[in-house]
């Protein structure tokens, strides 16, 4: 089933009130700052949540966890506790978050390849945002 762009649009940017609609949620899960990173990460292999930090950088252990959980309930992300001593917690993409993984490493290629190009345009904008507060 096809959606126009038109009709996606619409329904991701719908918002009634305070509550949002799903669909806008979801992306906003996926396209997080850690969102992003933890699914880019797990595409590789699943990990501990202490390696998993490692591998990130400088994200806080609640943001990690509240991340974790978020990805968890949207079904992305399968948390598999073991009963051991020390408790072991490994991470992993469920078949759905794999497929959103794979979508967001799409765009981080992207933006790999066109970084050159995004740096032109933000000088092109600085020296043209620099010379109109001059006047």
Same mark, same amino acid.
């Given at each position: ?25 979801? $992306?906003?899960?996926?396209?997080? %700052?850690?969102?992003?990173?933890? !699914?880019? +990460?797990? #595409?590789?292999?699943?990990? =501990?949540?202490?390696? $998993?930090?490692?591998?990130?950088? %400088?994200?806080?252990?609640?943001? !990690?966890? +509240?991340? #974790?959980?978020?990805?968890? =309930? ?18 992993? #993409? ?42």
């Amino acid at each position: 089933m096809s959606v126009s762009t038109e009709n996606l649009l619409s329904e991701v940017m719908t918002a009634q009130g305070e509550a949002m609609c799903p669909h806008r949620l979801v $992306l906003e899960h996926v396209t997080s %700052r850690w969102g992003v990173l933890v !699914l880019l +990460q797990l #595409l590789d292999r699943p990990y =501990r949540f202490s390696e $998993l930090r490692r591998a990130i950088g %400088r994200v806080s252990e609640k943001m !990690l966890t +509240q991340t #974790l959980q978020t990805l968890e =309930r949207d079904g992305l992300i399968h948390r598999d506790a073991k009963p051991v001593i020390p408790p072991r917690v490994d991470y992993s #993409l469920t078949d759905l978050g794999h497929e959103a993984a794979e979508q967001v490493r799409g765009l981080a290629e992207w933006t790999a390849r066109r970084m050159d190009a995004v740096q032109e345009a933000r000088e092109r904008y600085d020296a043209r945002k620099a010379g109109s507060e001059r006047r």
